[in-house]
């Protein structure tokens, strides 16, 4: 095919491609799919070989959340039922970090409900990111708080965060169907002010309500304008007591030609696969490991995740290898800083007119569970 070949020889130039062949991507039918996943897969290989990137996040304050964001369990009026509960204690926040690292996850990303944290939450985050650090040699720790006020940046730099999660999830045009409470401009600015702070800058984006296509590649090559180390993509996981409950919209198939596109427009980016990959490409995760360089071991923030057993055993069955301490995520050319973010809500998407996309096989509310196990509880974490 030759939108394939075109694509390939892009990817390994480090060339933007076209907003249509980017489109194409995603307007393929599932008899060309294991071509797109092949080629793809050879610009994946190019830049980060084959190894995959461990990831681990802890949810340091669970829901109490005052924004309004339609796919997020700790929304303001959700009736999910999750966990909640303030901030964990450094100690707290260490250990449970030590379960995933035990697991083989390199990087820690400490996650917050809120709008953005005061400068006493900074403060709090400081202190156990020294927690973490002091116990754990080597570690990679992100941090994921929300807005950012001038100065924070700078601060959490200095307290030995490596790098900064802030998603937009959505494309301008649309992120106000999708929140009311903050704007899109407000997340642009949090990720420039990660940037100018020397922190590794993860930002990506959130999919599944049935969004167009046109969105999609809209808030993909925004994140491209913005140069993060890290893309984590989410797939919506359509939690009950959230707006967004009934959108299941999502098939194995577009999931993996929405991480086919991605790593076309962002070729030498730390591409993660984030929230929903359990319950979206259930049994074709292992394809998609030839799409993306990274992945979150165990559960998510208010959901769980597949047992990180299964995952170790799914990247070695599929012929890929966990990365180590030792080894830099990113390519030689941007390894300027500690390589890559982090970030994963557990849901979200881009609004917007629905695509026409083979449709959705029958909701798997069955593969939602809400998370009753790690930080915040007096159960052992899954890692």
Same mark, same amino acid.
């Given at each position: 095919?030759? &939108?394939? @070949?075109?694509? +390939?020889?892009?990817?390994?130039?480090?060339?933007?491609?076209?907003?249509?062949?980017?489109? $194409?991507?995603?307007a393929?039918?599932?008899?060309?799919?294991?071509?797109v996943?092949?080629?793809?897969?050879?610009?994946?290989?190019?830049?980060?070989?084959?190894?995959?990137?461990?990831?681990?996040?802890?949810?340091?304050?669970?829901g109490?959340?005052?924004?309004?964001?339609?796919?997020?369990? %700790?929304?303001?009026?959700?009736?999910? #039922?999750? &966990?909640?509960?303030?901030?964990?204690?450094?100690?707290?926040?260490?250990?449970?970090? $030590?379960?995933?690292? $035990?697991?083989?996850?390199?990087?820690?990303?400490l996650?917050?409900?809120?709008? /953005?944290?005061?400068? !006493?939450?900074?403060?709090?985050?400081?202190?156990?990111?020294?927690?973490?650090? *002091? %116990?754990? *040699?080597?570690? *990679?720790?992100?941090?994921?708080?929300?807005?950012?006020?001038?100065?924070?940046?700078?601060?959490?730099?200095?307290?030995?965060?490596?790098?900064?999660?802030?998603?937009?999830?959505?494309?301008e045009?649309?992120?106000?169907?999708?929140?009311?409470?903050?704007?899109?401009?407000?997340?642009?600015?949090?990720?420039?002010?990660?940037?100018?702070?020397?922190?590794?800058?993860?930002?990506?984006?959130?999919?599944?309500?049935?969004?167009?296509?046109?969105d999609?590649?809209?808030?993909?090559?925004?994140? =491209?304008?913005?140069?993060?180390?890290?893309?984590?993509?989410?797939?919506?996981?359509?939690?009950?007591?959230?707006?967004?409950a009934?959108e299941? @919209?999502?098939?194995? %198939?577009?999931?993996?030609?929405?991480?086919a596109?991605? !790593?076309?427009?962002?070729?030498?980016v730390?591409?993660?696969?984030?929230?929903? =990959? *359990?319950?979206?490409?259930?049994?074709?995760?292992?394809? $998609?490991l030839?799409?993306?360089?990274?992945?979150? &071991? #165990?559960?998510?923030?208010?959901?769980?995740g %597949?047992?990180?057993?299964?995952?170790?055993?799914?990247?070695?069955?599929?012929?890929?290898e +966990?990365?180590?301490?030792?080894q830099?995520t990113?390519?030689?050319?941007?390894?300027?800083?500690?390589?890559g /973010?982090?970030?994963?809500?557990?849901?979200?998407?881009?609004?917007?007119?629905?695509?026409?996309?083979?449709?959705?096989?029958?909701?798997?509310?069955?593969?939602?569970?809400?998370?009753?196990? #790690?930080?915040?509880?007096?159960?052992?974490?899954?890692?």
């Amino acid at each position: 095919m030759d &939108l394939l @070949n075109t694509l +390939v020889d892009k990817g390994l130039r480090r060339e933007l491609p076209t907003r249509e062949e980017a489109l $194409a991507v995603l307007a393929t039918s599932d008899d060309d799919l294991l071509d797109v996943v092949a080629a793809a897969g050879k610009v994946r290989r190019h830049w980060f070989g084959r190894r995959v990137k461990l990831n681990y996040l802890v949810n340091l304050k669970s829901g109490l959340c005052p924004e309004d964001c339609s796919y997020c369990s %700790q929304r303001l009026g959700s009736t999910t #039922g999750i &966990l909640k509960y303030t901030w964990l204690k450094p100690d707290e926040a260490s250990q449970a970090a $030590a379960a995933g690292l $035990a697991g083989g996850a390199k990087r820690v990303c400490l996650v917050a409900s809120g709008r /953005g944290p005061t400068d !006493r939450d900074v403060d709090r985050v400081a202190g156990t990111i020294k927690a973490i650090k *002091e %116990q754990n *040699e080597g570690v *990679e720790v992100c941090a994921c708080l929300g807005l950012l006020s001038d100065g924070q940046a700078e601060r959490l730099r200095e307290a030995g965060a490596d790098a900064y999660n802030h998603n937009l999830n959505t494309s301008e045009g649309t992120y106000g169907d999708i929140t009311t409470t903050h704007t899109y401009a407000d997340r642009v600015d949090t990720v420039h002010k990660a940037h100018a702070a020397g922190l590794s800058a993860c930002s990506g984006l959130i999919a599944g309500m049935g969004e167009s296509d046109e969105d999609l590649v809209d808030v993909v090559y925004a994140l =491209r304008e913005l140069d993060p180390d890290s893309v984590p993509v989410n797939f919506l996981i359509p939690v009950e007591g959230t707006p967004l409950a009934k959108e299941w @919209n999502l098939t194995p %198939q577009r999931c993996l030609r929405i991480l086919a596109m991605v !790593r076309f427009v962002c070729p030498d980016v730390e591409v993660r696969i984030a929230g929903g =990959r *359990e319950v979206h490409l259930r049994t074709m995760q292992p394809l $998609a490991l030839n799409l993306a360089n990274s992945i979150f &071991l #165990g559960d998510y923030l208010t959901t769980e995740g %597949q047992a990180g057993k299964a995952d170790l055993e799914m990247i070695a069955d599929a012929g890929f290898e +966990v990365e180590g301490t030792d080894q830099v995520t990113l390519p030689e050319h941007r390894a300027t800083t500690a390589g890559g /973010g982090c970030g994963s809500h557990e849901g979200g998407g881009v609004c917007g007119t629905a695509a026409a996309a083979a449709p959705a096989g029958e909701p798997r509310t069955d593969l939602v569970a809400v998370r009753r196990r #790690g930080a915040g509880t007096d159960l052992a974490p899954n890692a």
